[in-house]
Nanobody, 123 residues
Framework: QVQLVESGGGLVQAGDSLRLSCAAS????????MGWFRQAPGKRREFVAA????????YYADSVKGRFTSSRDVAKNTVYLQMNSLKAEDTAVYSC????????????????WGQGTQVTVSS
C-alpha cells in the first residue's frame, strides 16, 4: 500500500506561483510513476504532469508545459509540482497519484491517490 498526502494549495492571483508537495509513505517502489492530475468544477479530471520516481524523467500536458515543473526528493519520499505564471484556468483540485504500469496520462492506470489540494487563481 502507498499513502499520498498533498499540501501547498491556496488562493493566489494570476501570474503568481505555488509549489505543491506530495508526500508518499508505504511501499514506494523505484519503478513508480508519480502523476499530478487536476479537476476543475464541472469538468473531468485531467492529466497535468508526471515524474519517474527513479530517474526523474518528467512529462507534461501541453496546457502547463513551460509553466509547471515536477521534481522529486527521493530521501524525503516527496514529489513536487512547481507552478509558475498561474492562470485563472489553472483553478482546480490537484491530486497526486502513483502507478507502476500503463500509460501515464490515463487516470485509471493509477493505483494510489491522495486526497487533493485546492488551487484557486483569481484573475
Amino acid at each position: 500500500q502507498v499513502q499520498l498526502v498533498e499540501s501547498g494549495g491556496g488562493l493566489v492571483q494570476a501570474g503568481d506561483s505555488l509549489r505543491l508537495s506530495c508526500a508518499a509513505s508505504g511501499r514506494v517502489f523505484s519503478s513508480y510513476i508519480m502523476g499530478w492530475f487536476r479537476q476543475a468544477p464541472g469538468k473531468r479530471r485531467e492529466f497535468v504532469a508526471a515524474i519517474n520516481w527513479s530517474g526523474g524523467s518528467t512529462y507534461y500536458a501541453d496546457s502547463v508545459k513551460g509553466r509547471f515543473t515536477s521534481s522529486r526528493d527521493v530521501a524525503k519520499n516527496t514529489v513536487y509540482l512547481q507552478m509558475n505564471s498561474l492562470k485563472a484556468e489553472d483553478t482546480a483540485v490537484y491530486s497526486c497519484a502513483a502507478k507502476r504500469f500503463g500509460e501515464l496520462t490515463t487516470e485509471r492506470n493509477y493505483d494510489y491517490w491522495g486526497q487533493g489540494t485546492q488551487v484557486t487563481v483569481s484573475s
